[in-house]
């Protein structure tokens, strides 16, 4: 009969290419958060500017509502990586041993996350 491998199989915390990835994508979650937003109300700002400029009130009430609708979206986005842990973290709550938690901990501090390329081992 064949053996079933299952996640207990695997030692997910002992490969390094994977905590690096998290790693990576922690850091990318962090300048995503803070670019796209300051981006968007910039952006949305700047085109507010033009309109009350240009003295069109129908101008003036479009660019309000494309900077509110932008501000709104800068905030969704800013909230992205905590929702993301969030999951990540019912997903590790779910699981009595904490296997995910070095995963977590890479994706929420990429800073902290310390990982040893020659033999794998996650270290705090």
């Known amino acids: 009969m064949e053996k079933i491998f299952t996640l207990a199989d695997f030692a997910i915390c002992d490969q390094s290419g994977l905590l690096k990835t998290f790693q990576i994508l922690g850091y990318i979650f962090i300048f995503l958060k803070i670019v796209i ?10 085109e507010l500017g033009k309109a009350v400029l240009s003295n069109d ?6 660019a309000i509502s494309s ?6 979206a800068a905030v969704v986005i800013f909230f992205i990586p ?25 994706l929420k501090e990429p800073s902290t996350c310390k990982i040893n390329d020659k033999d794998g081992i996650f270290t705090e």
């Open 82 to 106: 905590y929702v993301i842990t969030a999951v990540m973290s019912l997903v590790d709550g779910a699981d009595k041993t904490k296997k995910f938690d070095c995963l977590t901990n890479c």
């Open 57 to 62: 009130d129908k101008a003036i009430k479009i």
């Open 37 to 46: 937003p300051i981006l968007l109300i910039g952006l949305g700002s700047f």
């Open 67 to 72: 900077l509110v609708k932008k501000a709104i």
